[in-house]
């Protein structure tokens, strides 16, 4: 069905365009017939007349198109109108927090993951004069703490921002247990030569003892300040090895993925999505061969396990 409801739009897409095309034809024709021919007005008025019939199928549409725009328009008016609790917002800047219930949110980017963790719903945060609104939650977690969170679906441009909000009293507290939870290790090694675990997530157990320290300061360096960062396409070719993990805090509300790509001593690295500067992987590269070795030995394993 999918596919006749495309096939049909796009007929229709082009009798649009070659009935405006044959319609701009006759304006023209009609045009230089009713300035030089005198004698020839009437088939200039009949070519205009012509040419405004094979505009209908592009008036219909657009006709159309803002009666379909104006329901939808008034049916999320009415919509916001019916939630009970509204948070009123200015466009932009609630992006660096607002006021709810009381409280100063602010951001939190270290938690800057998407809503697979248990959500309850609130009510809405509405753009100041517009129909436009977020969903607003509170985020069922283990840290003690309120965590909200606001369900912003699309990004455009490679902007990412954290959605992820917490009481500005309680920030550093909220920080402060997750940086010390204990972290559960996934990986997915994408060039491993066997196809029974390519490209499928492995839980591994990596005790990550001194490295969870170095994790966890390698994310602060990259989450703490994205405001000259943008997400980006990870597919990278040209290198031997490429391997993903992901640690994740019991309550998973604390996710961080890093994507790493690897040639000799070469190593390039992504962090949710963001390109990590060079100087920052220089850094943590020991850790992170270290990291990549022990999950590639895990790995090995389950395989010939697999294969028994």
Not at 28 to 42: A, D, E
Not at 122 to 133: F, N, T
Not at 252 to 268: D, W
Not at 281 to 294: C, G, N, S
């Amino acid at each position: 069905m999918a596919g006749i409801s495309i096939l049909l739009a796009n007929l229709w897409l082009g009798i649009i365009l070659i009935s405006t095309l044959i319609a701009f034809v006759f304006f023209i024709v009609s045009f230089i017939l009713f300035l030089k021919k005198k004698k020839k007005q009437r088939i200039a008025i009949v070519l205009a007349v012509l040419g405004f019939v094979f505009l209908l199928p592009l008036g219909m549409t657009l006709t159309a198109g803002l009666i379909f725009s104006g329901k939808e328009n008034a049916e999320r008016r009415q919509y916001i109108e019916s939630i009970e609790n509204k948070i009123y917002v200015q466009e932009d800047e609630w992006k660096k927090g607002f006021t709810y219930d009381g409280k100063e949110l602010v951001p939190v980017n270290l938690l800057m993951n998407d809503d697979r963790f248990e959500l309850v719903y609130l009510g809405a945060l509405v753009i100041e004069k517009s129909d436009r609104y977020y969903s607003f939650y509170q985020v069922e977690n283990d840290s003690g703490y309120e965590i909200y969170y606001v369900k912003v679906t699309t990004f455009v441009g490679g902007e990412y921002y954290s959605r992820t909000f917490v009481n500005q009293n309680d920030y550093d507290a909220v920080v402060d247990y997750y940086d010390n939870s204990e972290l559960a290790v996934s990986a997915l090694w994408t060039t491993m030569p066997d196809n029974i675990l390519n490209r499928t997530w492995k839980r591994l157990q990596i005790e990550l003892e001194d490295r969870h320290d170095e994790l966890l300061a390698l994310s602060h360096e990259v989450l703490d300040d994205i405001s000259d960062k943008k997400v980006c396409n990870t597919s990278r070719r040209g290198y031997d090895e490429n391997i993903f993990f992901r640690f994740q805090s019991g309550d998973g509300v604390y996710r961080v993925e890093l994507c790493i790509y690897t040639s000799s001593e070469e190593m390039v690295l992504f962090l949710n999505e963001y390109k990590v500067e060079s100087e920052i992987v220089e850094k943590y590269k020991d850790m992170l061969f270290a990291l990549i070795q022990d999950a590639q030995t895990q790995l090995w394993q389950i395989a010939q396990e697999s294969a028994d």
